[in-house]
C-alpha cells in the first residue's frame, strides 16, 4: 500500500534533484501542476498512468517509487549508515566498529 505522504515526499525529492519544477513535470505527465503540488502535499495518489509515467519521467523501476523509507524521520538515521556502511572498504567498516563499540561501552 503506498503511503500518501512519503510517497509525495518521495516525487517531491525526485523533482528536485532534476531540478524541476512542479509545473515541468506536470506538463511531462500531461497533467494540471496542482495535481502534482496535491502529490507532493499526500492530498492526493496517483494513478496507474501517472505512476507509470513518473517512473518514465525520471528512468527508476516503478518499485523505487515506493522506496521512502529514508523519508521517514523515524529511519532516516538507519537508512544513511546503511548506505555508509554500502560505499565503506574494510579498513572504514573496521574503523566504524571500533569507535560504535567505544561509544556504546
Excluded at 502535499?41 to 523501476?61: E, Q, R, T
Amino acid at each position: 500500500m503506498i503511503d500518501k505522504k512519503l510517497f509525495g515526499k518521495r516525487l517531491k525529492e525526485l523533482r528536485e534533484k532534476r531540478g524541476m519544477t512542479q509545473e515541468e513535470l506536470s506538463n511531462l505527465l500531461d497533467i494540471e501542476w496542482q495535481h502534482i503540488s496535491r502529490l507532493e502535499n499526500g492530498k492526493n495518489l496517483p494513478s496507474c498512468s501517472i505512476l507509470i509515467g513518473i517512473a518514465n519521467i525520471f528512468d527508476i523501476d516503478i518499485r523505487k517509487l515506493t522506496e521512502y523509507e529514508h523519508l521517514d524521520d523515524n529511519l532516516n538515521i538507519d537508512y544513511e549508515i546503511t548506505n555508509l556502511l554500502k560505499i565503506a572498504d574494510t579498513e572504514q567498516k573496521r574503523m566504524f566498529y571500533n569507535i560504535l563499540s567505544a561509544i556504546l561501552k
